[in-house]
């Protein structure tokens, strides 16, 4: 009887062994990671030794002695640095929010006007579309900025609508005098708003659970403009609205928004919504015909095949490619610095030069950049992931 | 159970005499000019938006028109321009040539034009599919090394015989827009096959660190890596050593363009189907072979469109470097508008600028629509 040998396994090179070829390889990377970050840190230290500066932040704590042109909060050029930086992103986020929202209406407004049947109207719209696609960012800005500039002064400004004029000092608005009354409506609004999002959440159970379709979007709409608006009724109307009025050589009344506020909001908005409305437009498109098709065969009214059946779909191919346009817009307005338009960029280029501390100056903007674009990126792909298809 | 039934119940829905004939129906395409009508007029929205359309027109194009065209000054001075009220083309006549080539010296200018002439016979080249083999690849970085010698007259310090050094701070105009824009992309494209591939390894620590590089670049401005480029780099610099600033902000590019490349490489891998992974293991390839026969080929080339999209990008986004002071096309070009001479011909500059910057997206963008038909699977085997 012979048994089968198995012969003695062979002793496998390490170089042969697939995990510790990996653990080798990965270990000498790090290895150059943690040397070439320790040379740059080495070689910065001993730089920075040579032009008399230390690394850390007590530069934040100081007197900025610069003054802020705009801003959400007050700023005076003995606050500090640090103050002035917050200023500088508050102004960020204000041109980025603003930006968000009336690049998204006039995107998609664009996008449908597009696929208009009207020959006109879609080459108008996509006439426009390429031209802006296809020119730089900043050459835009530059342009809006110029033009500004270029209109005349207060006196002969040009009326855009009621109370709004346009002239080479920025553009005038109509706006809310702030009265304390004002609070219980900020706080009717919020509750208005918290209320609408646990009232959507309560209707849509009842509509997976019973199969009714209950008036979700106007019991919303009721609560976020209803109750504020009660308040302010109950309070007897304690608001007054400042209206701009031309006086002498300047307007009073209402609130100012720079020239460079306005050159980059416009910049910004007429650039991305341009590429918001390619988003949209591929999105309808990519909804199959024979959706369309159904729908109309169900007996559906148009507005509400758009409505339930073709933007719901459409939404999912929309989404990710939306997020990262708002995104852009968020990141773009730092281009901000170029036509002085005080934001998160712009305070930090002054405070760079004051300083000299380049090092921790563009460390805190590259941070609140990153953290912007994770926590936005983030909550779109919760977002994203609510609208997906859900499979059964 | 046998009812009888009337039989003019059972047969009521069928006619018991000829109905009339019909009319023939209408020719089924409509005349032009009905055709017209329809389409613009056919309801009462379509014509509300054809009248209104036709309104911004009559409101917009008449004074645009005459201001570019009826009244502009083509070929003159600053004061006949202002005499005649319209455009000053003449100042873009004018400052073209400083427009392409910047400071450049007067005398060596032949080098960069030089430059131009080979840079557009490789394009026109490469546009072509008949010459899409690796030759082209090894003839591009052959050229690029040539256009890099012939501006600055050395190559990785070596100098060239018989041309004089021009420092980099004296290119200028067209030729740092297209330095800036084509090195940034032949540097970024291998990296940013490392930087996909790296995604999606199965290496916690590659595919951790790459992750963290393609996500720290994304997330934030092209503006701070310029300023990391333009501040920080000297200071990680060894005492003593200084990289010249143009390939500084060179550098700041090519890591940008390769993260938003990686990206766009990684859709490509995530596209090839697992069978095609299985189908070369079971070939006994190993990774270097599976990912170099096997996948890239086929991830890089379903990306081609992406890739141009990313590139057109990439080439507006080299506008930035304005900010940092580097003179290519667009801040050579706004530097022209402070001479004193020409004070207040802005708007015809930045037009100048788009119009440049449209042809060239434009036509890169009607090309990459060309490729993604001519690319797509239904019509290549």
């Known amino acids: 009887m012979s048994t089968i040998e198995t ?62 042109g705009e801003g959400l909060i007050p700023f005076a050029p003995t606050d500090s640095y640090g103050r002035a930086l917050f200023v500088g992103l508050l102004n960020t986020l204000r041109i980025a929010v603003v930006g968000i929202i009336l690049a998204t209406l006039l995107g998609v407004a664009l996008g449908v006007m597009r696929l208009s049947s009207n020959p006109l109207l879609a080459r108008l719209v996509s006439g426009y579309v390429e031209v802006v696609r296809n020119t730089p960012l900043l050459l835009q800005l530059f342009l809006w900025y110029a033009i500004i500039n270029a209109l005349p002064g207060p006196r002969q400004a040009l009326p855009l609508g009621p109370g709004m004029f346009l002239s080479n000092r920025g553009l005038k608005v109509p706006w809310v005098e702030w009265s304390p009354a004002l609070w219980p409506v900020i706080w009717a609004l919020v509750a208005g708003i918290v209320g609408a999002f646990i009232a959507a959440r309560a209707l849509q159970r009842r509509r997976e659970a019973t199969g009714d379709a209950p008036p979700t979007l106007p019991i919303a ?37 720079s020239p460079e506020f306005v050159a980059l909001l416009l910049g910004l908005v007429l650039y991305t919504a341009a590429f918001i409305a ?45 997020t990262s346009q708002y995104l852009n817009l968020t990141k773009n307005s730092s281009l901000a610095v170029a036509i002085g338009y005080p934001e ?47 499979e059964r | 159970m046998n009812r009888p039934v009337a039989p003019d119940a059972l047969v009521h829905y069928v006619a018991s005499e000829k109905l009339a004939d019909l009319k023939p129906p209408a020719s089924v395409l409509p005349s032009l000019p009905v055709a017209l009508f329809r389409t613009y007029f056919g309801t009462p929205g379509t014509a509300v938006i054809t009248v209104v359309c036709l309104a911004i027109l009559a409101w917009t194009l008449p004074p645009f028109l005459s201001w570019a065209f009826v009244n502009a000054t083509w070929i003159g001075t600053a004061a006949q321009c202002r005499e005649a009220g319209g455009a000053c083309w003449a100042f873009i006549s004018e400052k073209f040539w400083f427009s392409v080539f910047g400071l450049y010296p007067f005398e060596q ?25 690796r030759e082209l690849i090894y003839a591009w970085l052959a050229v690029l090394a040539v256009m890099w010698g012939l501006m600055g007259g050395s190559v990785l310090g070596i100098p060239i015989p018989g041309l004089a050094p021009v420092a980099t701070q004296l290119w200028g105009g067209w030729l740092v827009t297209i330095f800036l824009s084509v090195f940034g992309l032949a540097m970024a494209y291998p990296i940013g096959i490392i930087l996909a591939l790296g995604r999606r390894s199965k290496r916690p620590i590659v595919r ?5 590089w393609i996500e720290f670049i994304r997330g934030v401005p092209l503006i701070s890596l310029l300023f990391i480029a333009t501040f920080i780099v000297p200071l990680f610099m060894p005492q003593g050593v200084e990289i010249d600033r143009l390939i500084r902000a060179q550098i700041a590019f090519i890591l940008f363009a390769a993260a938003y490349m990686a990206e766009v490489f990684r859709g490509g891998l995530q596209a090839i189907p697992k069978g095609q992974f299985e189908g070369a293991e079971s070939l006994g390839l190993n990774y270097a072979q599976t990912m170099r026969f096997i996948v890239l080929p086929q991830a890089l080339k379903i990306t081609i469109p992406a890739q141009v999209n990313t590139f ?17 096309f667009f801040t050579t070009l706004r530097s022209a508008l402070g001479d004193s001479a020409w004070l207040g011909f802005a708007t015809e500059a930045y037009l100048y600028a788009a119009f440049v910057y449209f042809v060239a997206c434009y036509t890169m963008s009607r090309y990459s629509q060309r490729l993604e038909t001519d690319l797509s699977p239904e019509r290549v085997r």
């Open chain 2, 208 to 212: 951790a660190l790459s992750v963290a």
């Open chain 2, 109 to 133: 200018r032949w080098r960069p034009a030089t430059v131009l002439v080979i840079f557009a016979v490789m394009v026109a080249l490469s546009t072509q599919r008949l010459f899409w083999r």
């Open chain 1, 7 to 68: 012969p003695p396994a062979a002793k496998t090179a390490f170089w042969n062994d697939p995990v510790k070829r990996g653990l080798a390889l990965q270990s000498i990377l790090v290895v150059f990671v943690l040397v070439v970050v320790w040379a740059a840190w080495n070689n910065m230290s001993a730089n920075m030794v040579a032009r008399g500066l230390i690394f850390g932040w007590d530069y934040l704590g100081r007197p900025a002695n610069f003054a802020i």
């Open chain 1, 221 to 257: 709409a009721a609560l976020i403009i209803g109750l504020p608006f009660l308040t302010l009724a109950a309070q007897g109307f304690p608001a007054t609205l400042s209206v701009p009025v031309l006086q002498g050589f300047n307007f009073t009344g209402g609130i100012e928004l």
């Open chain 1, 278 to 322: 390619e988003i949209v437009r591929g999105g309808i498109v990519s909804v199959y015909k024979g959706q369309w098709e159904a729908a109309r065969a169900l007996g559906l009214p148009a507005p509400r095949i758009m409505r339930l059946v073709i933007l719901p779909q459409a939404l999912r191919v929309i989404i990710p490619p939306l």
């Open chain 2, 312 to 328: 057109i990008g990439l080439f507006k986004d080299t506008t930035l470097v304005l900010i940092i002071g580097i003179f290519d």
């Open chain 1, 344 to 390: 998160l960029v712009h305070v930090s280029n002054t405070t760079m030069n004051q300083t000299g501390r380049a090092v921790e100056v563009i460390l805190v903007f590259a941070l609140v950049y990153l953290t912007i674009s994770l926590l936005t990126s983030g909550f779109m792909n919760w977002y994203n992931g609510r609208v997906a298809i859900r």
